[in-house]
């Protein structure tokens, strides 16, 4: 029987998940589990945290060494993975814990890679470039954003190349996830905004990403594109950020609004790690390494372009999102759809992402570099539901800068 493609799907997660508030009390016996020696990687801001000190007091409880890395940079930079390889590589590591947002996550998932297989980590860029398993990983995230918990990607900050590079395999997935929204509610609301519209973004460009025939799955991709499971998590996510991200945003101590973000951010990690994402985030590599600004804000701000770009390609999907955010089925199919990107539009508004590209500090000079570099990245072209090259990505960078949200009908 020949499976078709609106017929299949796959879902990659860790081996444990385990969410709700107060959850983190189970990282001890979690990494317990995995080994006695742990290297834990946060920020600053957490290290110095009462959280991040009862949550060190667990695992020291449960009879783990523990090594603290807190000097992680946001948008992780590479030498920010080499230092911290260089000071770890012989303390015995036996388990890996990223406590924070997506840098501190991603920084874990690098770590493990490291100290199993070796340097330097340039070598691992792109898909499937990883040879095997890597050391165990437990992600503890502290913002709603990134779904890095349950992700197979690496991403980090290259100077060299002048952009931001990505690592993608299965063997990246964190062995466990434990996803405790209290740890959300010190975030400041522009960090409610960064980490949320990251989560928007996953979830919509993987709700419109290319839909490939069933023998993607045995081509060895990490992204094989839109199927059923990655759909069923990009309607879920969507429907409860859609009515959470903005009360966590304007009131950051409503509890029920917080976990619902950060079971959101869960389920887009759980939506890309399959699908992949595409336009909005390989414009996003050069546009953060040039302007600076974090990377959910950055996807933000390009996302509603991106939308109107590939909205002739996907019109039945916008027009459901028109549906997820409330709005009534009236008129044609196309005006469903552009109602459908005006709600996501209009819920980027609400929360404080800019309008424009000019707003983040690029200059209408760098548009046309911003372009060739987002063609570098070939997964996340290749992924887009409607055909990619430089003019076409320029095309949406112009519009971008400008704040061209015109009528893609």
């Not at 600053?44 to 060494?65: I, K, M, V, Y």
């Not at 992600?139 to 952009?163: F, H, Q």
């Not at 399959?274 to 600004?293: E, K, N, R």
């Amino acid at each position: 029987m020949t499976m078709t493609a609106a017929g299949f799907g796959v879902q990659r997660a860790p081996r444990t998940v385990v969410f709700g508030a107060g959850q983190r009390s189970l990282l001890g016996l979690h990494a317990a589990a995995h080994g006695s020696t742990a290297l834990v990687c946060t920020d600053q801001r957490l290290a110095e945290s009462p959280e991040f000190a009862g949550l060190r007091a667990d695992l020291e409880g449960h009879g783990l060494t523990v090594h603290v890395w807190s000097d992680t940079a946001p948008e992780l930079p590479m030498s920010d993975i080499d230092a911290c390889y260089d000071a770890m590589e012989y303390a015995g590591i036996d388990v890996v814990i990223g406590i924070g947002g997506g840098s501190c996550l991603d920084l874990a998932k690098a770590e493990a890679l490291l100290l199993t297989h070796g340097g330097p980590i340039d070598q691992y860029y792109g898909e499937n470039a990883v040879p095997g398993p890597v050391l165990p990983v437990i992600a503890v995230p502290t913002t709603g954003g990134t779904g890095s918990e349950v992700t197979p990607v690496c991403v980090l900050s290259d100077s060299r190349r002048e952009l931001k590079a990505g690592i993608s395999s299965p063997h990246l997935i964190p062995a466990v996830a434990i996803c405790d929204p209290e740890l959300t509610y010190t975030c400041p609301p522009s960090l409610t905004a960064s980490a949320g519209a990251d989560a928007v973004s996953h979830l919509v460009e993987s709700f419109t990403a290319i839909q490939r025939p069933a023998t993607a799955i045995a081509e060895g991709r990490v992204f094989i594109g839109k199927n059923v499971i990655s759909d069923f998590y990009g309607r879920w996510g969507l429907e409860l950020l859609q009515r959470a991200l903005p009360v966590a945003f304007e009131n950051p101590t409503d509890r029920r609004a917080r976990s619902d973000v950060m079971l959101a951010a869960n389920a887009g990690g759980y939506a890309l790690g399959v699908a992949g994402t595409a336009a909005a985030h390989a414009l996003q590599y050069p546009l953060g390494a040039l302007t600076h600004t974090p990377h959910g804000v950055g996807v933000g701000v390009l996302l509603p372009y991106v939308m109107r770009y590939n909205a002739p390609a996907r019109v039945a999907e916008f027009a459901e999102i028109a549906t997820i955010f409330g709005k009534p089925a009236t008129g044609s199919r196309e005006a469903q759809a552009l109602q459908g990107i005006e709600a996501v539009e209009a819920l980027l508004d609400r929360i404080g992402i800019p309008p424009t590209l000019k707003e983040l500090g690029l200059t209408e000079d760098q548009l046309l570099y911003v372009a060739e570099l987002g063609m570098r990245s070939a997964r996340l072209v290749d992924n887009n539901p409607r055909p990619l090259d430089t003019a076409a990505l320029l095309e949406i960078t112009r519009a971008a800068y400008a704040g061209d949200r015109g009528n893609p009908f």
